[in-house]
């Protein structure tokens, strides 16, 4: 039998004070605190934590949005997509720079899934090729706020609005960014959230759908249990009737014990993360070959989950720094490469084309230091 081969030392840095790693979960002491408090109690799976954890969400962002937490961010997006009715043959515009998680959900449902290109300047999707393929059979648009910075949403509302379509917004990296003042998760009819393991805050693995229209918000919550009415259930009526198809995109308990821990931190994350973003930004202004992607914007509010930039001859720049013990990487790829993809591929896109080559993420969390960031940077000046 062939032996299984760990390779992950050679491509993963591990985390010894010296390296500068790409991501590191942000765990408060209270949070593990908060999973032993829970695990001495009756409820681990979901119970009335996770009700806590919906509500202190919604009020961290100020939003009068209504939430719904599920196991993932991905779990989110697919439940936005049930809550449209999505049919086989339906078109709906997503962008093709995205992690692969807005995307598949859609396979699911035999979707004609449409690219949009990416914006040269934000890689956030292109509001004008968006309008290009709107076409009579388009059902929803989905946008992502990439890297934590807010898409030109007056733009995408405008089409969703003119076409009779629901926006739809991944905000998986985007927990406390805003647009012209209002909070994302405030503005369009469905907003998913990620708290996965390297997201602002973290629950483990988890996700928040915020919903704008409340009649949608019992019937969320019973998909969120194969379709049962848990409260009904919980207050002794066994013989429920289950007459939509649900799933089971629940959070947990010891998952929203975390949230909660964490949101108490989630000032002071966006501020420390903010902050590396904008020394990013300063330092590596003005040096020949390199750009900040999204660096520009005073109308919103940049969450700062990636620092990415756009090099020339990235692999000399990856290569540099990762010989001064520092990562960096892509993270994410355009969509319409992958084989599962293939029958979406239609047209060029030309800012994804010449995007393609050239971006580059380098690190940002909260386990690293405004001199980290400088020491990345000094590495980056003395060019690659
Ligand atoms: C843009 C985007 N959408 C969706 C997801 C999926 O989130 P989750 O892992 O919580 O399902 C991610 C995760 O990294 C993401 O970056």
Redesign the pocket.
């Known amino acids: 039998m062939p032996k299984f081969v760990d390779t992950r030392d050679e491509s993963i840095l591990p985390v010894d004070g010296k390296n500068i790693v790409l991501f590191h979960p942000h765990v408060p002491e209270s949070a593990i605190e908060g999973v032993a408090d829970t695990l001495r109690t009756r409820w681990i799976g979901q119970g009335p934590k996770v009700e806590r954890f919906e509500e202190a969400f919604r009020l961290a962002l100020g939003s009068g949005h209504h939430p719904v937490a599920v196991g993932?961010?991905?779990?989110a997006?697919h439940l936005a997509y049930v809550l449209c009715n999505l049919k086989p043959g339906d078109e709906v515009i997503v962008p093709v720079f995205?992690?692969t998680?807005?995307n598949i959900p859609l396979l699911y449902h035999g979707i004609r899934i449409r690219f949009a290109d990416a914006q040269l300047g934000t890689m956030n999707i292109d509001p004008q090729h968006v309008r290009s393929l709107i076409t009579d059979r388009t059902r929803a648009i989905v946008c992502?706020h990439?890297g934590g910075l807010p898409c030109d949403m007056d733009e995408l509302q405008a089409i969703a609005t003119d076409a009779g379509v629901p926006l739809i917004e991944?905000a998986?990296?985007a927990v406390g960014a805003s647009y012209k003042g209002v909070p994302v998760g405030a503005m369009s009819d469905f907003t998913?959230f990620?708290?996965?393991a390297i997201?602002h805050i973290t629950t483990g693995?988890?996700?928040m759908l915020m919903i704008r229209d409340p009649q949608l918000v019992a019937k969320t919550k019973r998909i969120r249990w194969f379709g049962i009415d848990r409260e009904a259930k919980q207050g002794g009526t066994w013989q429920n009737d289950i007459s939509e198809i649900g799933y089971k995109y629940q959070m947990t308990d010891i998952g929203a014990a975390m949230g909660l821990a964490a949101l108490e931190t989630l000032d002071d994350v966006l501020a420390l993360r903010q902050s590396i973003l904008a020394r990013y930004i300063g330092r590596l202004e003005g040096i020949d070959g390199i750009e900040v992607v999204g660096a520009e914007f005073k109308d919103r509010v940049h969450a700062a989950w990636l620092c990415t930039v756009l090099v020339d001859r990235r692999k000399d720049l990856e290569r540099k720094l990762r010989d001064a013990s520092i990562e960096s990487g892509q993270v994410?790829f355009r969509n319409d490469r992958y084989s599962v993809f293939a029958n979406f591929r239609e047209g060029e896109l030309p800012n994804m084309n010449a995007l393609e080559e050239r971006y580059l993420v380098l690190p940002l969390h909260t386990h690293m230091s405004l001199a980290d960031a400088d020491r990345v940077c000094d590495v980056i000046q003395s060019g690659w």
């Open positions: 993932s961010c991905t779990d997006i995205t992690c998680a807005t992502v990439y991944d998986a990296q998913a990620s708290f996965q997201k693995d988890g996700g994410h």
